[in-house]
């Protein structure tokens, strides 16, 4: 069964940064493609960053130059860095995965951004 869970949210102010992490089980982590996605209020869910096996990455026009993807494959954890946060970025974000053709993913964490 793969699990994800996510962490490291919270209520911070505008221009701080936080580092969600979101940890893996049940899945060979390493060769996974991972995703972070993001929920505003009443919003859609949109996706933020991905990370491919290999360490290559995309992200979002919107948080270009102020988050960074990373994974560490000995931990089975996928991280997102957000720096220089704004207004904006206040969302509930979710870690998510395909995996043998089912898609997973976490109960999400809560990053509320203020002025």
């Known amino acids: 069964q793969v699990h994800l869970v996510e962490s490291g949210g919270g209520s911070v102010q505008a221009g701080d940064s936080l580092r969600l992490s979101c940890r893996t089980s049940?899945?060979?982590?390493?060769?996974?493609?991972m995703n972070w996605y993001r929920q505003p209020p009443g919003k859609q869910r949109d996706l933020v960053a991905s990370?491919?096996?290999?360490?290559?990455?995309n992200y979002t026009d919107s948080v270009k130059g102020r988050f960074t993807i990373s994974r560490n494959n000995a931990w089975n954890t996928v991280f997102l860095q957000m720096n220089s946060l704004k207004l904006e970025d206040t969302a509930d974000y979710y870690c998510?995965?395909?995996?043998?053709?089912?898609?997973?993913w976490g109960q999400g964490t809560q990053v509320t951004v203020s002025s």
């Open positions: 998510q995965t395909t995996w043998k053709s089912l898609s997973f």
């Open positions: 049940g899945m060979n982590f390493k060769i996974a493609r």
């Open positions: 990370i491919s096996a290999d360490g290559s990455t």
